[in-house]
């Protein structure tokens, strides 16, 4: 269960920042103790791949605190971002880590299942990312993006390590981008009532 907690949590991430959660797993697989990449992904800790990965990140990083220029990277990246979390999520959840020493069991006879996972759920957190980003460029006048992607790369950080290091609390993640999703389509009806009532109140005027 641990193995898909690792993948969810790193899936995850991949749909806030496509390139953290493999940079971390290639760097990790290759310098550390703490994931032992599968046969299949041995390539994430290349080094030319890290290389690769970490100008990726590079350009990432600064396109998407960029108002107007986000825009064009979110449209980018949702293409991306899924492709990201489906490989995020196959080479996790098959890799032996600090908490998870048998991960070929639970996927065994279905291999495509956890990077169609990763896939969706990366698509799922990417479309949320790219719909709050123009509200809260709206709201602020474009001054908040630069906090916005910094928070949510400083997420993909936490949220991958963890996923690696404990996976149970990519549980708590989970709950708060649940949450936010409830607060962000609450707030985005009550905005659409606000603007329907001015208009109607325009009219009558």
């Keep these: 269960m641990f193995e898909v907690l690792t993948g969810t949590g790193l899936a995850a991430s991949a749909g806030l920042n496509a390139y953290i959660p493999l940079l971390i797993l290639g760097l990790l697989g290759r310098y550390s103790d703490l994931v032992d990449l599968p046969s299949g992904w041995t390539w994430l800790g290349n080094g030319w791949v890290i290389v690769i990965l970490a100008a990726l990140l ?3 990083v600064v396109a998407d605190k960029v108002p107007v220029v986000d825009h064009v990277n979110d449209v980018v ?24 020493s048998d991960p070929g069991s639970f996927f065994s006879s279905h291999q495509w299942v956890p990077v169609v996972t990763g896939v969706l759920l990366a698509l799922g957190v990417h479309l949320l990312k790219s719909a709050a980003r123009p509200v809260i460029n709206a709201t602020t006048a474009g001054f908040g993006a630069p906090v916005a992607s910094t928070a949510e790369d400083a997420t993909s950080v936490v949220v991958s390590v963890v996923a ?11 709950l708060a981008l649940v949450v936010f999703i409830f607060w962000f389509v609450r707030r985005r009806s009550d905005r659409r009532r606000e603007r329907e009532a001015a208009r109607a109140a325009g009219f009558r005027v």
């Design 77 to 100: 990246q949702t293409v991306v971002r899924p492709t990201a979390g489906g490989l995020a999520f196959g080479a996790g959840s098959s890799s032996e880590t600090v908490t998870v």
């Design 164 to 174: 690696i290091i404990l996976p149970v609390l990519v549980l708590v993640f989970l």
């Design 58 to 60: 590079a350009v990432e």
